[in-house]
């Protein structure tokens, strides 16, 4: 396989600018949920606000690739004299933590940049920060083409992970026999 030119969109982050009003997590979980704006479930969100008003500190961190295992960094994180667990500011979803995942099948979320047909000019998250602490950006890179796996086998190994393999099996021969 050749190498490919990749658009890359990222979401830049100025935690000065946070002032943890929870737009980006309540718009996200509107266009996330089925169907869409029907329900506002901030678990369902794919961004997540570390918070500590008390101290005024705001950190907007957004999903990003499934961790199957936990991570070894365990480093702490010293911001205006409180310490931080790394984990905080992780983008991963993993088996450590509940964070990003979808809270009714457990499932792992990962930021989508709000893909939708017609194609949005920028993620939602990004549009309704009034504070601009979301700054949404684009850039293209060569990178070498890949086979990506679908969407279904993806939440098919999530779920053999989690399960395992043979009792997924036997809930879809058990569903192809009530259809």
Known sequence: ???????I???????DKCNGCRACEMICSAFHAT????????????????????????IPVYAGEHAPAECMGRDKYIIDGK??????????????RDIFKEPDSGLPLKCDM????????????VQWCLNDALIYEEREEE?????????????????????????????????????
Do not use: W
């Open 143 to 179: 990178v070498e083409e890949e086979a990506k796996p679908e969407e279904m086998e993806i939440g098919l190994e999530a779920l053999a992970k989690k399960h395992g393999l043979q009792k997924v099996m036997d809930a879809i021969a058990r569903m192809s026999k009530k259809g």
């Open 9 to 15: 969109k990222t979401i830049r982050i100025d935690a």
């Open 83 to 96: 310490e931080y667990d790394e984990c905080g500011f992780c983008r991963a979803s993993c088996s450590s």
């Open 114 to 125: 709000c893909e939708s047909d017609p194609p949005l000019d920028q993620p939602l998250c």
């Open 1 to 7: 396989m050749g190498k490919v030119k990749k658009k």
């Open 35 to 58: 169907p869409k704006y029907s329900s506002n479930n901030p678990a369902r969100s794919r961004i997540r606000l570390m918070r500590d008003p008390l101290r005024d500190v705001f």
